[in-house]
Nanobody, 122 residues
Framework: QVQLVESGGGLVQAGGSMRLSCAAS????????MGWYRQAPGKQRELVAA???????NYADSVKGRFTISRDSAKNTVYLQMDSLKPEDTAVYYC????????????????WGQGTRVTVSS
């Protein structure tokens, strides 16, 4: 069974840094895009950053210059380095994987992690 397991959330002071990790487990053949979304209380889930299989990245305007997404395709893992954190970054962060192929000939269009909470105190 393929699943995404996130780690690295917690409490940090404003201006601090935090790194999130998300590892895809199972008999994975390939994954297209991987990314991070977040959902703050009372708000819709929004894209934070994404990275394609080829390494192209995309960021929300609100995190550009502060967050960095990276990917280790050999480990089926995606990371989100968050620097200069602000209280408005407080949210539950969800890992996402699109186009997941696994043995024996399974395909999952979109896969979500369980979410990890990030709280930035002022």
């Amino acid at each position: 069974q393929v699943q995404l397991v996130e780690s690295g959330g917690g409490l940090v002071q404003a201006g601090g840094s935090m790194r999130l990790s998300c590892a895809a487990s199972g008999s994975i053949i390939s994954i297209n895009d991987m990314g991070w979304y977040r959902q703050a209380p009372g708000k819709q889930r929004e894209l934070v950053a994404a990275v394609t299989r080829g390494g192209s990245t995309n960021y929300a305007d609100s995190v550009k210059g502060r967050f960095t997404i990276s990917r280790d395709s050999a480990k089926n893992t995606v990371y989100l380095q968050m620097d200069s954190l602000k209280p408005e970054d407080t949210a539950v962060y969800y890992c996402n994987a699109d186009g997941v192929r696994s043995t024996p000939n399974h395909y999952i269009a979109t896969l979500w992690g369980q979410g990890t909470r990030v709280t930035v105190s002022s």
